[in-house]
């Protein structure tokens, strides 16, 4: 049984870490028992690849080395999906698996499950079901475009199980946990400071790297004017995002002289560390979002919108968009609200388990159709 694993950007090597170490470890069972094994194909597309972005990931969380690097990277969306699936397609007569894994709602995620779908392989999408309801958002596109050819649709949370049943896709659709919540409870005790932040004292984590925010003059404008208000009366820590630096340095922006403590791209271990002992969390990200309240710390996300609805339904989360006032009323508002993180809204660390089990029994059986193709909802 083999299947391609097609990933690009940092979002989705963490979320491949967690499913790879999950079949590894179900190939350690079924060896013993002489079973058949799943063989993991990984394909890079290069979209992310500089060290911080990249390599760091493969390193520290141990991710298998990927069989190809397709380089693909710096163009736009529709040139780089059109390369990437041209890539990925030989990729795909040459390696002939059973299937094809992708993750999240990058231009790396569709064009893998469009490069599967055009030769009749079945698609794995995890983090399926996640909606913004803005078409605006090429992350919107990519996802609503991928569940609508995926196979087996992985959901991190009932809402997202909800989403697709509205849109009518109900077979193969199973709410396992979401990954990254697997992965900050696996690395939580290997979280590590980044370099001159261990005795830093009070700090606000903040991340920006929506397209949405930072190609829009406008919103970025919006959002520095209150970091760099809130930095008078409280240290900001933004590791900066390769695309929000290019910004910043095409609008004159004095990174050097600025009152925010900017620093590179961390790894995961510095990020977790990062997440743990900030106060607050300011992002537009939608991992960091889900981190902040895996840390138990309150987030202000700069969007209009998010797709983790339940954060903000339950009080941890408060949406703040991207004009320097809204910003400064949230930040007011959620640093005098101490919400209590009682509620488990992502499972409980077992989604990696739960979907090589699941991929593994869709291939044992697809072929003579005794998989199960109702919809499922059992959370880890
Ligand atoms: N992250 C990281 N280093 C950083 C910033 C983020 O390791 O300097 C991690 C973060 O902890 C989360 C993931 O990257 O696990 C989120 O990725 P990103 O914000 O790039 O994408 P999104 O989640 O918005 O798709």
């Given at each position: 049984m083999k299947i391609v694993t097609v990933i690009g950007a940092r979002p989705q090597f963490i979320k491949a870490a967690v499913v790879s170490r999950a079949i590894s470890k179900l190939n350690i069972e079924r060896k013993k028992e002489n079973l058949k094994l799943l063989d993991e194909v990984i394909v890079h597309t290069g979209q992310h690849y500089d060290k911080n972005m990249s390599d760091i990931f493969f390193t520290e969380m141990k991710i298998p080395k990927p069989t190809y690097n397709l380089g693909v990277n710096n163009l736009s969306h529709g040139a780089m999906t059109g390369q990437m699936l041209e890539k990925i397609e030989l990729v795909l007569i040459e390696q002939k698996p059973d299937l094809m894994l992708v993750y999240g709602d990058t231009d790396s995620t569709l064009a893998g499950a469009l490069a599967a779908v055009k030769l009749n392989i079945p698609i794995a999408h995890v983090e399926a079901g996640l909606r913004s309801y803005n078409m605006f958002m090429p992350e919107e596109v990519n996802r609503i475009l991928t569940d609508r050819i995926a196979t087996l649709l992985f959901c991190p949370t009932e809402q997202a199980v909800k989403n697709l049943m509205n849109e009518?896709?109900?077979?193969?659709?199973?709410?396992?946990?979401d990954v990254m919540q697997d992965a900050a409870i696996f690395y939580a005790n290997r979280a590590t400071p980044p370099?001159?932040?261990?005795?830093?004292?009070l700090f606000t984590l903040c991340t920006i790297h929506r397209a949405e925010n930072t190609d829009n003059p406008e919103r970025i404008s919006g959002i520095f004017r209150a970091l760099e208000e809130i930095a008078l009366e409280r240290q900001i820590v933004l590791p900066l995002h390769p695309r929000t630096l290019s910004k910043l340095i095409n609008m004159d922006y004095d990174i050097d002289n600025s009152k925010i403590h900017i620093i590179k791209p961390v790894g995961y271990l510095e990020m977790q560390w990062l997440l743990l002992n900030c106060n607050l969390v300011m992002t537009d990200s939608g991992g960091v979002q889900k981190e902040a309240y895996f840390s138990k710390k309150p987030c202000l996300t700069l969007r209009n919108e998010t797709e983790w609805t339940e954060l903000v339904e339950q009080g941890y989360n408060k949406l703040v968009g991207f004009v320097t006032n809204d910003i400064m009323e949230g930040y007011r508002a959620i640093t005098k609200n101490n919400p209590k993180f009682d509620k488990k809204l992502y499972g409980s660390g077992n989604a990696g388990n739960l979907i090589a089990k699941t991929i593994v029994k869709y291939l044992e059986n697809a072929k003579n159709k005794l998989f199960n193709n109702n919809s499922t909802t059992q959370q880890s």
């Amino acid at each position: 049984m083999k299947i391609v694993t097609v990933i690009g950007a940092r979002p989705q090597f963490i979320k491949a870490a967690v499913v790879s170490r999950a079949i590894s470890k179900l190939n350690i069972e079924r060896k013993k028992e002489n079973l058949k094994l799943l063989d993991e194909v990984i394909v890079h597309t290069g979209q992310h690849y500089d060290k911080n972005m990249s390599d760091i990931f493969f390193t520290e969380m141990k991710i298998p080395k990927p069989t190809y690097n397709l380089g693909v990277n710096n163009l736009s969306h529709g040139a780089m999906t059109g390369q990437m699936l041209e890539k990925i397609e030989l990729v795909l007569i040459e390696q002939k698996p059973d299937l094809m894994l992708v993750y999240g709602d990058t231009d790396s995620t569709l064009a893998g499950a469009l490069a599967a779908v055009k030769l009749n392989i079945p698609i794995a999408h995890v983090e399926a079901g996640l909606r913004s309801y803005n078409m605006f958002m090429p992350e919107e596109v990519n996802r609503i475009l991928t569940d609508r050819i995926a196979t087996l649709l992985f959901c991190p949370t009932e809402q997202a199980v909800k989403n697709l049943m509205n849109e009518d896709l109900t077979k193969y659709v199973l709410n396992c946990g979401d990954v990254m919540q697997d992965a900050a409870i696996f690395y939580a005790n290997r979280a590590t400071p980044p370099p001159g932040c261990f005795d830093i004292g009070l700090f606000t984590l903040c991340t920006i790297h929506r397209a949405e925010n930072t190609d829009n003059p406008e919103r970025i404008s919006g959002i520095f004017r209150a970091l760099e208000e809130i930095a008078l009366e409280r240290q900001i820590v933004l590791p900066l995002h390769p695309r929000t630096l290019s910004k910043l340095i095409n609008m004159d922006y004095d990174i050097d002289n600025s009152k925010i403590h900017i620093i590179k791209p961390v790894g995961y271990l510095e990020m977790q560390w990062l997440l743990l002992n900030c106060n607050l969390v300011m992002t537009d990200s939608g991992g960091v979002q889900k981190e902040a309240y895996f840390s138990k710390k309150p987030c202000l996300t700069l969007r209009n919108e998010t797709e983790w609805t339940e954060l903000v339904e339950q009080g941890y989360n408060k949406l703040v968009g991207f004009v320097t006032n809204d910003i400064m009323e949230g930040y007011r508002a959620i640093t005098k609200n101490n919400p209590k993180f009682d509620k488990k809204l992502y499972g409980s660390g077992n989604a990696g388990n739960l979907i090589a089990k699941t991929i593994v029994k869709y291939l044992e059986n697809a072929k003579n159709k005794l998989f199960n193709n109702n919809s499922t909802t059992q959370q880890s």
